[in-house]
C-alpha cells in the first residue's frame, strides 16, 4: 500500500497526450489551445473613441479655443469624409475611428451646445483623451494567446475577436467504462430485495461528461474471471479503461487477478486512502487502466482523486495546489489514513453532512466538495483551514 502522494507522483510519470483536433470555436469551450495564437492585426485597428462626444484638435484646446463648430457626426464603422481646422470638432460616437485630424475627445456631458456651437466646459483635458490608440492592446503579429490555455469564455471572445473560426486544440481521451457485480442490475431490469441498481454507471458517466467526454463504451460484467477477462480485452481500444467493483480481497473480486492474468503493468495497487483503498492503476498495451471500488461513494472519490487528475494532466490543464477554506465543526478520526469526507461549501466554509456510513445511499447527496483530513492529522478543530476538491 502506497500514499496518496506518490500514488499521483506515480501517475503521472504516464501523463501522455491524446493528439490534437481542430474544432470550430463554438464547440472549443472548457478544452486547452494546441496552438499559439497571433493577433492578425492591431488592436484597436485605428484610434477608437471610448466615449460619446467631440473629436478635436489638442492644440486647440491649449491654445484657449473653447467653442467648436461641429462639421460632422462619426458613427462607429463609419470614416469622417473630412477633414477639420482650427475651431472645428467633430461629433462622435463610441467605438467610432477618430479621424487623423483630431486627437483629444471630450464627453458631451463636458460640453453644452448653442446656435450651432458646441462650447467645452471642462477646464481638465489630454492629449489623446478618451481615446483608444491604435495597437495599444496588441500589436500585429504579437502573441495573443499561448498554447496550452484553457479555454474559458472570456477566450472564445478574444479568439473571436482574432478571427478565429476554428481552432486547434488538445484531443480527448476515449473512454471505456466496466462495472462489475453479480448483485447489480440497470436501471431498466428487474430488481430483486438482493439486488442494487447500477448507480456507478451513471456515476462514472457524468463525471465523464463534466470533463466534456462521452464513453466510447460502457457495459455491466457478472463477477466471473473469464468473462472479465474476455471483457477486459475487448475494451483496450481505449485510452483509458475504468473499471468498477470487484477489485478488494474479496472471493468473488477478480479484476487484479485478471489483469494479471493478461499482462498488465501495474503502477500500484492499494492506495493509504479512506474511502478508496483497493484502488488499482496501470498500463495494459497502450491504455490507461484505473479499477476503482464497487462502493458508489468509493468509485466517485477515486475517480476525482486519480482518473480526473491524470485526464487533466494529460489534456494540459494546470495541476493547482488544493484550494482550503475554514471547516464549520470539528472532525476526528481513528484511522492513520488520509481520509476523504464530504462536505457542502456555502458562504466561504466547509459544512458538515450527517451520514450514516460509508454505505449510505445518500453519502454524496448533499456534497459539493471533498474534504481532506490529513494521516497525521487525528483531530481538525472549528475553524481550522482544511484542503478540499470540488465536486
Not at 500589436?139 to 478574444?158: H, M, P, S, V, W
Request: aromatic share 8%.
Amino acid at each position: 500500500m502506497i500514499s496518496f502522494k506518490h500514488a499521483r507522483d506515480l501517475i503521472l510519470t504516464k501523463v501522455t497526450t491524446f493528439g490534437t483536433e481542430e474544432v470550430a470555436l463554438e464547440n472549443a469551450l472548457g478544452r486547452i489551445l494546441d496552438e499559439n495564437v497571433f493577433a492578425p492585426r492591431d488592436f484597436p485597428p485605428f484610434n477608437r473613441s471610448a466615449m460619446d462626444g467631440i473629436a478635436l484638435r489638442f492644440a486647440d484646446l491649449q491654445s484657449g479655443i473653447k467653442e467648436f463648430n461641429g462639421v460632422e457626426t462619426v458613427f462607429a464603422g463609419n470614416l469622417a469624409s473630412k477633414a477639420i481646422v482650427s475651431g472645428e470638432c467633430y461629433k462622435i460616437m463610441t467605438g467610432a475611428p477618430v479621424p487623423e485630424y483630431a486627437d483629444t475627445v471630450i464627453r458631451f456631458e463636458d460640453t453644452s451646445e448653442k446656435n450651432g456651437l458646441i462650447k467645452v466646459l471642462a477646464d481638465d483635458f489630454s492629449l489623446y483623451q478618451h481615446i483608444a490608440q491604435q495597437g495599444q492592446d496588441l500589436k500585429k503579429a504579437e502573441l495573443a494567446i499561448k498554447k496550452g490555455t484553457a479555454i474559458n469564455i472570456a477566450t472564445i471572445g478574444l479568439l473571436a475577436s482574432m478571427g478565429k473560426s476554428s481552432v486547434k486544440i488538445q484531443k480527448l481521451p476515449l473512454v471505456n467504462i466496466i462495472t462489475t457485480g453479480n448483485e447489480v442490475v440497470d436501471l431498466n431490469e428487474q430488481i430483486s430485495t438482493t439486488h442494487i441498481y447500477n448507480s456507478n454507471k451513471y456515476v462514472l458517466k457524468a463525471l465523464l461528461m463534466q470533463n466534456l467526454i462521452e464513453p466510447k463504451n460502457c457495459e455491466h460484467v457478472k463477477d466471473e474471471l473469464g468473462t472479465l477477462k474476455k471483457a477486459i480485452q475487448s475494451n483496450l481500444n481505449a485510452d483509458i479503461l475504468i473499471l468498477s467493483g470487484g477489485v478488494s480481497a474479496g472471493e468473488a473480486d477478480f479484476i487484479p487477478t485478471a489483469l494479471a492474468d493478461l499482462g498488465a503493468h501495474k503502477l500500484f495497487y492499494k492506495v493509504a486512502i479512506k474511502p478508496g483503498k483497493p484502488v488499482w492503476c496501470g498500463k495494459l498495451g497502450s491504455t490507461m487502466v484505473f479499477a476503482l471500488p464497487g462502493n458508489p461513494f468509493s468509485c466517485l472519490v477515486t475517480f476525482k482523486l486519480f482518473v480526473e487528475f491524470y485526464i487533466k494532466a494529460c489534456l494540459g490543464f494546470q495541476l493547482e495546489n488544493s484550494e482550503c477554506l475554514p471547516l464549520n465543526f470539528n472532525r476526528t478520526k481513528k484511522s492513520s489514513l488520509d481520509e476523504f469526507f464530504p462536505v457542502n461549501l456555502k458562504n466561504g466554509t466547509l459544512n458538515k453532512i450527517d451520514i450514516n456510513g460509508s454505505g449510505d445511499v445518500r453519502l454524496g447527496f448533499a456534497a459539493n466538495a471533498l474534504a481532506m483530513q490529513n494521516a497525521d492529522q487525528k483531530e481538525i478543530l472549528k475553524n481550522n483551514p482544511v484542503c478540499y476538491v470540488s465536486l
